[in-house]
């Protein structure tokens, strides 16, 4: 298991349980953006406040004023956070489809990392 993911509720009440409280977190997030932001410090030969993100498999780079740098750092964090909780939301949809919904017949049980729970 991945140091960053918890282990997945086994029953059903604290699955649900454990689903509402992500979908609840979801309405808080905030303000988001992909990308990244530096801060280069002064001398750097350029912007010190720089803010890149992929555009169709392009590098686009923009300079910052450090109230934008602060402001796209915090909406980054936010992206992270809120990419973070669909995953783990994705997560427990998976184990809930495949402990409850009967499946075809199988030679062999489907392990974790094949269901996309590990």
Same mark, same amino acid.
């Given at each position: 298991?991945?140091?960053?993911?918890?282990?997945?509720?086994?029953?059903?009440?604290?699955?649900?349980?454990?689903?509402?409280?992500?979908?609840?977190?979801?309405?808080?997030?905030?303000?988001?953006?992909?990308?990244?932001?530096?801060? #280069?410090?002064?001398?750097?030969?350029?912007?010190?406040?720089?803010?890149? %993100? &992929?555009?169709? !498999? $392009?590098?686009?780079?923009?300079?910052?004023?450090?109230?934008?740098?602060?402001?796209?750092?915090?909406?980054?964090?936010?992206?992270?956070?809120?990419?973070?909780?669909?995953?783990?939301?994705?997560?427990?949809? #998976?184990?809930?489809?495949?402990?409850?919904?009967?499946?075809?017949?199988? %030679? &062999?049980?489907? !392990? $974790?990392?094949?269901?996309?729970?590990?």
């Amino acid at each position: 298991m991945n140091p960053k993911q918890k282990a997945l509720p086994s029953s059903k009440t604290s699955r649900q349980a454990h689903y509402h409280e992500l979908s609840a977190q979801l309405s808080h997030v905030g303000w988001i953006s992909q990308g990244y932001v530096q801060d #280069r410090g002064p001398g750097a030969g350029g912007p010190c406040y720089q803010w890149t %993100r &992929k555009i169709r !498999g $392009k590098t686009i780079s923009v300079a910052l004023s450090k109230e934008q740098y602060e402001w796209l750092k915090k909406a980054i964090a936010n992206w992270r956070k809120l990419q973070s909780t669909l995953t783990e939301m994705q997560r427990l949809c #998976r184990q809930a489809l495949f402990e409850t919904v009967p499946g075809p017949k199988r %030679r &062999k049980k489907l !392990g $974790k990392k094949v269901l996309g729970l590990v």
